[in-house]
């Protein structure tokens, strides 16, 4: 997230999701797309520790690989491939952030049209309450919008806590019905659910058991401890893999030809740019897309030529009648 919030989750006493503020984490990606749809990819980051993020990094052997800078270095990859699903093969990687590409290429005769898209997907892996669900669809017009003003930033936020406990106490529910011990039935979890207050759970595992004992009026002892060690440590992980993926990022895609449409922040002649950060793709897909087209030539000299012939053959027989 882009401001710094504090959170309480078991059983951690504290955990603190930091932003990018400290250490400046750059991520620039660079797509030239040709007119026979082949392209080169470039990726650049900014520093080279962060090639550790959730962020999809390449690294192995066919990417051309090197590092430049004096004091500060930085991670250049470079890769070129036959077409855009070639390069879409690439971020299959279930451990990172989804990026999935698309490219269309449409002839019309006097132009060929070409379409790129480039998607990221959500690097929040906790989807139990939908977005448009939890937001109005006023507010959701903001988030789309990219409000930053600090009442937003607190919603948002409350949607991210809903979330973690909405993933919390359903995988504690599934946890007990494993057990199948009936001095610990699973329907009184789901009975007291709402007397749950999240933010009291706090400290270590046997202090959650001990409120949840009091909450449940159950006594649950020590039989859940290892269960709760098992949810809080999953969701951790997925909320530092959102954490990995924070960073500012720019994507470049150069196209062949005039750019007819785009989404882009920026268009300089048939290169454009986005820029961005995490907010953008933390809740929901951020989609980026371009058009553009190039005349083709052979086929307007076809057409003249075409013209021409018909012309000819139609004025042909009146010229020998006369």
């Given at each position: 997230m882009n401001t710094q919030m504090k959170y309480r989750f078991v059983p951690i006493i504290v955990l603190v999701l930091l932003t990018v503020s400290g250490c400046k984490k750059d991520?620039?990606?660079?797509?030239?797309?040709?007119?026979?749809?082949?392209?080169?990819?470039?990726?650049?980051?900014?520093?080279?520790?962060?090639?550790?993020?959730?962020?999809?990094?390449?690294?192995?052997?066919?990417?051309?690989?090197?590092?430049?800078?004096?004091?500060?270095?930085?991670?250049?990859?470079?890769?070129?491939?036959?077409?855009?699903?070639?390069?879409?093969?690439?971020?299959?990687?279930?451990?990172?952030?989804?990026?999935?590409?698309?490219?269309?290429?449409?002839?019309?005769?006097?132009?060929?049209?070409?379409?790129?898209?480039?998607?990221?997907?959500?690097?929040?892996?906790?989807?139990?309450?939908?977005?448009?669900?939890?937001?109005?669809?006023?507010?959701?017009?903001?988030?789309?919008?990219?409000?930053?003003?600090?009442?937003?930033?607190?919603?948002?936020?409350?949607?991210?806590?809903?979330?973690?406990?909405?993933?919390?106490?359903?995988?504690?529910?599934?946890?007990?019905?494993?057990?199948?011990?009936?001095?610990?039935?699973?329907?009184?979890?789901?009975?007291?659910?709402?007397?749950?207050?999240?933010?009291?759970m706090e400290h270590t595992t046997k202090d959650i058991v001990q409120y949840l004992e009091k909450v449940l009026g159950l006594k649950l002892k020590s039989k859940l401890e290892r269960q709760i060690d098992g949810v809080t440590k999953s969701i951790d992980a997925k909320v530092q893999f959102m954490i990995n993926a924070g960073g500012d990022f720019s994507n470049e895609v150069v196209m062949p030809g005039i750019v007819l449409n785009t989404n882009a922040n920026t268009v300089e002649g048939n290169k454009v740019v986005w820029h961005f950060n995490e907010d953008k793709f933390t809740f929901i897909s951020y989609t980026m897309n371009v058009e553009s087209r190039i005349a083709n030539p052979w086929a307007t000299y076809a057409t003249g030529a075409a013209v021409i012939v018909l012309v000819v053959f139609l004025m042909v027989p009146r010229l020998r009648r006369k």
């Open positions: 991520k620039k990606t660079t797509t030239k797309i040709n007119s026979d749809g082949s392209c080169v990819r470039t990726v650049v980051i900014n520093p080279v520790s962060d090639t550790s993020s959730s962020f999809p990094i390449p690294t192995d052997i066919s990417w051309e690989i090197r590092l430049e800078g004096d004091t500060e270095k930085v991670y250049i990859a470079r890769k070129r491939f036959d077409d855009v699903n070639q390069m879409n093969n690439e971020y299959k990687r279930p451990n990172k952030v989804g990026i999935d590409l698309k490219f269309e290429k449409k002839f019309r005769w006097f132009f060929t049209y070409f379409i790129y898209q480039e998607t990221y997907k959500p690097c929040f892996q906790i989807q139990r309450i939908p977005i448009q669900s939890f937001l109005t669809k006023e507010e959701y017009v903001q988030y789309e919008n990219g409000d930053t003003s600090k009442a937003f930033k607190k919603r948002m936020d409350e949607f991210l806590m809903e979330n973690i406990f909405e993933e919390f106490y359903s995988q504690l529910i599934d946890s007990v019905k494993s057990l199948h011990d009936p001095s610990i039935p699973a329907s009184i979890f789901i009975a007291k659910k709402q007397e749950i207050d999240f933010h009291k």
